[in-house]
């Protein structure tokens, strides 16, 4: 948790970069902060930028990042571009000594992770990265059972999570580089930093296959299976695969979370299952735009749900509690830029692992929070 010194109050001249679906969701979000009196929209979608800007009510907007980003309205940035476009802009506003948010992961290499870093830490502002898991109630509660040693010390640590193809499809034909490792995987290795932050990973074990996503032509496995090990030997299990039918009814991630302690256990299931709908109408899938589904896990949605007009769920608090940050100074959950670097270089780490076939052991500055 960050804070800031002293409780101020500040008004907010906001910048979205990154007009699409976690752009657009994060700008309906702030449109109603009490301290946002600003919006600016970029993106090199003009068409994209516009439609949002009308949607959020937004009185800056264009297709170029720095000219909305140094208006002199604008003193906090949001850069929900996609992962391979998100250091240009971060650079842009943490020049500017401007308050930025961007989306996970911080960068696809170490090394612009690494220039982001620096430039955060000579800047006047401040950069934090969106990982929402922390803010899923059910993941939240883990957090506050660890940090009170109801657990004793945690020797052990499984997370699975499964999605379907249509949306690794989704994410391979925006990125070919954001792979469900990198991409997704990542907000359980940031729990695993962020429930034991005094225990880094120090050595990745790591295999996988492929089949149905490499036949669509994309270089990515169906199935990763992960072993880390901590500093004190703890282990921790991480499998993934992405490669479920096209319409299988999860309309996010399925997962099951189990912590394992020298005094006590704790057993998170993610599945969705409690919540099934069927309808002859059609659910939309909030991923895939041309993908529609008759069954549904309700609330299998990552970021969360829209009822009522309003997005409510994981990404809507974290994007309260960043403005809150930015708007009074009071406490911050959200990734500090070398949790988010960590995060990084442990996927990357992963991947390295599956595709050498070898035992990746990680330095000391990478393992580091």
């Not at 109050?9 to 990154?18: N, S, Y």
Request: charged content about 20%; some cysteine; proline content about 4%.
């Amino acid at each position: 948790m960050e804070k800031k010194t002293g409780l101020h109050r500040k008004d907010i001249g906001l910048a979205i970069i990154g007009a699409g679906r976690i752009g657009t969701m994060r700008a309906t979000l702030a449109a109603s902060h009490a301290a946002v009196r600003c919006i600016g929209v970029a993106d090199t979608d003009a068409a994209a930028a516009n439609k949002l800007a009308e949607a959020c009510g937004a009185s800056i907007v264009g297709s170029d990042s720095l000219e909305v980003i140094s208006n002199p309205a604008i003193n906090t940035v949001i850069v929900a571009t996609g992962e391979h476009q998100h250091v240009e802009p971060v650079l842009q506003a943490l020049n500017q000594g401007k308050q930025v948010l961007v989306e996970k992961p911080i960068a696809l290499k170490l090394a612009d992770a690494d220039k982001l870093i620096a430039a955060a830490a000579q800047s006047s502002g401040s950069l934090h990265v969106g990982y929402s898991r922390r803010f899923k109630r059910r993941y939240l509660t883990v957090k506050e059972q660890i940090s009170r040693g109801r657990l004793g010390s945690v020797s052990g640590l499984s997370a699975r999570i499964y999605n379907s193809r249509a949306q690794v499809f989704q994410m391979l034909k925006r990125d070919p580089h954001a792979t469900p490792v990198v991409d997704s995987l990542t907000y359980f290795v940031d729990l695993l930093g962020w429930y034991v932050p005094d225990n880094p990973v120090i050595e990745v074990w790591a295999r996988g296959k492929g089949g149905t996503i490499r036949k669509a032509g994309f270089d990515c496995d169906d199935v990763t299976y992960a072993v880390l090990t901590l500093a004190d030997g703890a282990l921790v299990n991480f499998s993934c695969s992405f490669a479920l039918p096209d319409k299988y009814p999860s309309l996010g991630y399925c997962a099951r979370i189990e912590v394992i302690g020298t005094e006590g256990v704790l057993m998170i299931d993610d599945d969705h299952l409690d919540q099934i709908m069927y309808t002859e109408r059609g659910i939309p899938h909030i991923y895939v735009p041309d993908v529609t589904v008759n069954m549904a896990f309700l609330s299998s949605s990552a970021p969360g749900d829209w009822v009522g007009g309003d997005f409510w769920g994981p990404l809507a608090s974290e994007t309260r509690n960043w403005l809150d940050f930015v708007a009074t100074g009071r406490p911050c959950a959200l990734a500090t830029p070398l949790e988010a670097r960590n995060n990084l270089a442990i996927t990357l780490a992963i991947e390295e692992a599956v595709a050498s076939g070898n035992t990746v052991r990680l330095p000391e500055t990478a393992a580091a929070r």
